[in-house]
Nanobody, 122 residues
Framework: VQLVESGGGLVQAGGSLRLSCAAS????????IAWFRQAPGKEREAVSC???????DYTASVKGRFTISSEDAKNTVYLQMNTLEPDDTAVYYC?????????????????WGQGTQVTVSS
């Protein structure tokens, strides 16, 4: 199982980025896929998750701004991030937990990507 994130970068507040998580070794529609983020000095927090049947979940601070989706043909999960804020600055990780439903506890996830840096300037 391998997860590879891409799409991070530096953006001004109010801007947008789309993160990609390319999976190999399993089909994304089988497992729940989540995005977590970790800012310097802070704990890793759940951002969004999509279940195997396409239901999505978001942490309160990103609802209405971020959208998670999956593309079967590319076996990839995306996180579209709009109206970015400086507080969104973090390393974003893609992860799978080997089950079909979502959890917000990072200890429930067993497969992790290497992370991609998102920096939002004010």
């Amino acid at each position: 199982v391998q997860l590879v994130e891409s799409g991070g970068g530096l953006v001004q507040a109010g801007g947008s980025l789309r993160l990609s998580c390319a999976a190999s070794g399993f089909t994304v529609r089988v497992y729940a896929i989540a995005w977590f983020r970790q800012a310097p000095g802070k704990e890793r927090e759940a951002v969004s998750c999509i279940t195997s049947d396409g239901r999505s979940d978001y942490t309160a601070s990103v609802k209405g701004r971020f959208t998670i989706s999956s593309e079967d043909a590319k076996n990839t999960v995306y996180l579209q991030m709009n109206t970015l804020e400086p507080d969104d600055t973090a390393v974003y990780y893609c992860t799978a937990r080997g089950a079909s439903n979502c959890r917000r506890d990072s200890r429930q996830y067993f497969y992790w990507g290497q992370g991609t840096q998102v920096t939002v300037s004010s």
